[in-house]
């Protein structure tokens, strides 16, 4: 299947992208068919030379069945030579990842509350052995602090 795709170029750390027609068969930098344009990233938005494309090659090219990328696909929605793809659905891309551990939890509580407002008289048995927990727990801490006392002691 031929493909509209970036081939990339450049050196370390300055990439510049030629867009051309290959076989999807072939490797990235490898063999292609036609030059039809050039993507350079490190230029400003709203510089021409950012995205150069043979607009009449690619309307060509697709009609004898290349198909985009997604990436040129995007680039070729810019210059509204064919019409922009739909955004992807990826939530957790505007979360920071130290915040999306928070919001999972968060998720997994909201339906717990649910289902507490569905079944007042289950909350009422789970809160029980709760409250049983807690002792437990000061019962424990309790012998700690104990021997945390015996040990200055002894040192002296």
Sequence with gaps: MLRIR???GGVRKRPVYKIVIADGRYPRDGK???KIGSYNPL??????????????RVKYWMSKG???TLR???LLGELQIMPMPKPGNNPQKAIPKKDRKKSAEESKEAPKAEAKKE?????AKKEEP?????????????PKAEAKKEEPKDKK
């Design 6 to 8: 970036l081939s990339m």
């Design 32 to 34: 292609f068919i036609e």
């Design 43 to 56: 230029l400003p938005k709203d510089k021409k030379e950012r995205i150069k494309i043979e607009a009449e």
């Design 66 to 68: 290349a198909q985009p």
């Design 72 to 74: 040129v696909s995007r």
């Design 119 to 123: 079944a007042p008289k289950a909350e």
């Design 130 to 142: 709760k409250k049983e927990e807690p002792k437990a727990e000061a019962k424990k801490e309790e």
